[in-house]
């Protein structure tokens, strides 16, 4: 992080999903700061789950308080001061209204800089989605496809990418970028996908003798064995799902090629000891420098 010369953190704080039995918005496993890290600019991040939104008698003005307030317990807790936060919500058109007001409500409560996220859909069709009133957006230049499988991406794929970024011309709301630097296993059994694998690539699966290499991204189960916590039958298929450096290189060209006005800001998620061994220290320059 000194090396990429790293001000600022985007920091997941808590998801906010719903109760199973009272159907009430509940918040999941909020963040525990070890220490201040008071070297970096922290941004909250907020994760609020799509059916949180879609509660047809969700009071929208208790919601935004109580997560605002939330917030200010985790900064004052850790003595924490933040000039922004961010809100992620994968909104829908039955979920429009719920969450467009939810930021409405937010915004005049917290007094502070609202960014939000946006997928590549809500672009396109802003029109029908609507653009919540942020003072700036961060595309999530991501998880493009379905997790299945095939041999496509889920997580980037320059086709689907490419239906989208003509949209980005038009699109009113300045946004930033942000680039996977993630990757995962895709669990398939009997042509079924039965789970996502986090923190696996593919060269952790070349070393381990359980698994055979069938093509540049399928590995077979040589024998059944546990892994990381994990049950593989033999026979199961792993697809690895990675970012190469080329691939975020590639991403952010064409974003550059669609450009109304440049990005503020790149951001990287995510950042963890996994993620960053994959790439080398001047990936980042180098994606940087395109814009």
Not at 103 to 112: G, Q
Request: hydrophobic letters at 35%.
């Amino acid at each position: 992080m000194k090396e990429n010369n790293v001000q600022k953190l985007y920091v997941r704080y808590f998801d906010i999903g719903i109760h199973p039995e009272s159907n009430f918005p509940i918040p999941i496993s909020p963040i525990r700061f070890e220490e201040n890290p008071k070297e970096y600019a922290i941004v909250p991040v907020v994760f609020i789950q799509n059916k949180v939104m879609l509660q047809p008698n969700l009071d929208v003005k208790d919601l935004a308080q109580k997560t605002f307030d939330f917030i200010e317990q985790i900064n004052s807790k850790n003595k924490i001061v933040c000039q922004e936060i961010q809100i992620d919500c994968d909104w829908t058109l039955k979920s429009k209204d719920n969450y467009l007001k939810f930021i409405e409500v937010f915004k005049k409560l917290s007094k502070k800089k609202l960014s939000a996220t946006i997928r590549l859909h809500q672009v396109k069709y802003f029109k029908k989605t609507k653009i919540p009133n942020v003072d700036s957006g961060v595309l999530m230049y991501y998880n493009m496809g379905s997790i299945a499988p095939d041999s496509l991406n889920s997580i980037y794929d320059k086709k689907v990418a490419e239906r989208y970024l003509k949209s980005l011309k038009r699109y009113p709301l300045h946004l930033d970028f942000a680039f996977p630097i993630y990757s995962w296993g895709v669990h398939i059994r009997n042509n079924k996908v039965i789970g996502l694998r986090s923190k696996m690539n593919s060269i952790a699966l070349e070393k381990d003798s359980n698994f055979e290499k069938t093509s540049p991204i399928f590995f077979r189960v040589k024998h059944s064995n546990y892994k990381n916590g994990v049950f593989y039958e033999e026979n199961d298929l792993l697809k690895i799902e990675e970012i190469k450096p080329k691939d975020l290189k590639e991403m952010a060209e064409d974003l550059q090629d669609h450009l109304v006005e440049k990005p503020n800001e790149i951001i990287f998620y995510d950042l963890d000891e996994f993620n960053l061994n994959n790439y080398e220290k001047n990936t980042f320059k180098q994606i940087i420098s395109c814009f």
